[in-house]
């Protein structure tokens, strides 16, 4: 029997999708999930967008350019520069997802074998990315004390070594939705120049900032033009998901040029996702005004609630729509999939990611887990009420920490 190959072997699994199976046979079983395991909002996606593909009048689906649709890119470089990211149509490449543009950018920046820091903890995937392009991941932890604000400049410092070639950001962040300041971003410039370092920035949920918070790009940052690699994405933007349409964006030429062969080889990005995401850039502001203020009330209904339960910490972040907390427990794979197989309260149950996959080392993250506030309100405070009842219940809660906790409170 042919072997697999070594690469094959260590690709990870999906941390955020491992537990489908248990949730499948609770939904079988009667028990309805509230799942909070994954970043697919339920807000309705621009009805600009549903419309181009309605009533899309084409006698052929045919390749675009390798870079993208120009009417599509010339329109994104007029997005970004109202938000102050100045950038032309031949500066931007588009991807199938923001996923694409990341694994090309890797494999265009790193050699097989070169390190990449990433303030952790981090997008599960990024890793699936870096073993793909033969990269080493080096984190730099970042703690729930500190509501996961960047480490601090030492702590880079210490991690660098001569394999050492680029940085990876996700502002705000995913899974802690943390918003990077103007300041931790100029610390970050100081490092990247010195050690002559590429600045990977994924800002997909750049809309996405709370409590009178503004988005800082990397790309604002003065004199990164050949350093910063801009990841971009309609997913959460938009709510479109399913479009699998990114964006590569680098002032770099030379990178550029690079990352244009790796599209060429894949052809081109998705027809039927581009011309969803040009119409996309149609959609009036009142739609982020008014799916702002959803999430703020969701974040608010799902963190102050968690908060409420003894022994629970969950900073309040200020983007995204995900958080991280910390449950009293022995174990959160463990507790998570209890969730799916033995507990329902009034016949719900949660599904959460634990963020052991959220870590280089999972024991780091072994007492946490993420919940994305993607669902309607009086599902999050139904969820809030399964997880006070299941922490409870649980075997492997800590029930000193609750019953010192309560005290406290």
Known sequence: ????????????????????????????????????????????????????????????????????????????????????????????????????????????????????IIPEPYYANYNSFALAAGVTVVPVRSTIQDGFALPPISAFEALITPRTKGILICNPGNPTGYLYSKAELERLREIVLKHDLFLFADEVYREFCYDGASHVSAMTLDGLDQHVVLVDSVSKRYSMCGARVGAFITRNAELYASVLRFAQARLSPPTFGQIASEAALATPDNYFTDVIGEY???????????????????????????????????????????????????????????????YTDPATGRQQVRLAYVLEQPLLLKAVDCLRAALAQYPGTDKAALASASLVG
């Not at 694994?103 to 265009?108: S, T, V």
């Not at 022995?330 to 799916?340: E, M």
Request: charged share 20%.
């Open 1 to 116: 029997m042919p072997s697999i190959s070594t690469k094959g072997r260590q690709m990870p699994p999906s941390p955020i999708r491992k537990l489908v199976p248990f949730a499948e046979a609770a939904k079988q079983r009667g028990t309805k999930v509230i799942h909070l395991n994954i970043g697919q909002p339920d807000i309705a996606t621009p009805e600009v967008a549903l419309n181009a593909i309605r009533h899309l009048d084409r006698t052929v689906i045919e390749y675009s350019h390798s870079a993208g649709y120009e009417s599509y890119r010339r329109g994104l470089a007029t997005y970004y520069a109202k938000h102050g990211i100045h950038v032309t149509h031949e500066q931007i490449i588009v991807t199938n997802g923001g996923s694409e543009a990341l694994l090309f950018g890797m494999m265009a920046c790193f050699e097989p074998g070169d390190e990449v």
């Open 296 to 358: 703020v009330a969701r974040r608010n209904i799902l963190v102050d609630g968690l908060n409420t339960i003894p022994g629970v910490t969950c900073p309040k972040p200020k983007g995204a729509f995900y958080c991280v907390a910390e449950l009293p427990i022995d174990d959160a794979d463990r507790f998570c999939q209890w969730l799916l197989e033995s507990f329902s309260h009034e016949g719900h149950t949660v599904m959460m990611a634990p963020c052991s996959g959220f």
